[in-house]
C-alpha cells in the first residue's frame, strides 16, 4: 500500500507514437488536506475511491488505498467534490522495463503533461524516454489535488 514514483514535465508529444493504451479520466477531490487526500476518480466506464497520504520527506513514496466502486456511485460523489475537476487522458507508454504513465491535461490544466513511473524502491534505476523532462517529484503544485485549485493556466 505503499507508492514509489517519480515525476517529470514532457518536453514534446513524441510519447504519442510509442503508447499501447489509452483512457479518459475525470477525477474530483472530497479532501485535498496535504495529510490525506480522498479522490474519486471516473476512468472510461470504471470509477475508484482513492485515498492518499503524506508524502515522505524526498517526495517519492506515500501511502496510497485504492477501491474499485459503483460508476454511478462515483458520479454522484463527484458532485460532492471541492471545486476544480481534473479532465486528462492517461497514455501508457512502456519503456524497457518500466511503464510511464503520461498525463495530457484538458480544462483549466491545459497545456500540461506530466509523466510518473512507479518503482519498487526509491533507489531503483529506469531508462528516461527522450521526450523526458524536467523531474518535479515532491513539487506539490503539480500534484493532481493541487491541479485542481491552482491549475497551471493560472499560473
Same mark, same amino acid.
Not at 51 to 73: Q, Y
Not at 144 to 152: A, D, E, F, H, V
Given at each position: 500500500? %505503499?507508492?514509489?514514483? &517519480?515525476?517529470?514535465?514532457?518536453?514534446?508529444?513524441?510519447?504519442?507514437?510509442?503508447?499501447?493504451?489509452?483512457?479518459r479520466?475525470?477525477? #474530483?477531490? $472530497?479532501?485535498?488536506?496535504?495529510? &490525506?487526500?480522498? &479522490?474519486i476518480?471516473?476512468?472510461?466506464?470504471?470509477?475508484?475511491?482513492? %485515498?492518499?497520504?503524506k508524502?515522505?520527506e524526498?517526495?517519492?513514496? &506515500?501511502?496510497?488505498?485504492?477501491?474499485?466502486?459503483?460508476?454511478?456511485?462515483?458520479?454522484?460523489?463527484?458532485?460532492?467534490?471541492?471545486? #476544480?475537476?481534473?479532465?486528462?487522458?492517461?497514455?501508457? %507508454?512502456k519503456s524497457?522495463?518500466?511503464?510511464?504513465?503520461?498525463?495530457e491535461?484538458?480544462?483549466?490544466?491545459?497545456? $500540461?503533461? %506530466?509523466?510518473e513511473?512507479? $518503482?519498487?524502491?526509491?533507489?531503483?534505476?529506469?531508462?528516461?524516454?527522450?521526450?523526458?523532462?524536467?523531474?518535479?517529484? #515532491?513539487?506539490?503544485?503539480y500534484?493532481?489535488?493541487q491541479?485542481?485549485?491552482?491549475?497551471?493556466k493560472?499560473?
Amino acid at each position: 500500500m %505503499v507508492e514509489i514514483e &517519480r515525476k517529470f514535465l514532457v518536453k514534446n508529444e513524441d510519447f504519442k507514437a510509442e503508447f499501447y493504451q489509452k483512457n479518459r479520466i475525470t477525477q #474530483g477531490f $472530497l479532501n485535498t488536506d496535504p495529510l &490525506r487526500t480522498v &479522490r474519486i476518480r471516473i476512468k472510461d466506464e470504471t470509477a475508484f475511491l482513492t %485515498v492518499k497520504g503524506k508524502n515522505n520527506e524526498a517526495g517519492l513514496s &506515500r501511502f496510497e488505498w485504492e477501491k474499485e466502486i459503483d460508476k454511478t456511485e462515483a458520479e454522484a460523489l463527484l458532485k460532492l467534490c471541492e471545486p #476544480g475537476m481534473i479532465d486528462k487522458a492517461r497514455f501508457l %507508454v512502456k519503456s524497457a522495463s518500466h511503464i510511464f504513465e503520461v498525463d495530457e491535461f484538458y480544462g483549466e490544466n491545459e497545456g $500540461l503533461i %506530466v509523466a510518473e513511473v512507479e $518503482l519498487a524502491s526509491e533507489t531503483e534505476n529506469f531508462e528516461k524516454p527522450k521526450w523526458l523532462g524536467q523531474e518535479v517529484t #515532491g513539487d506539490p503544485k503539480y500534484y493532481n489535488s493541487q491541479l485542481s485549485k491552482n491549475p497551471y493556466k493560472s499560473w
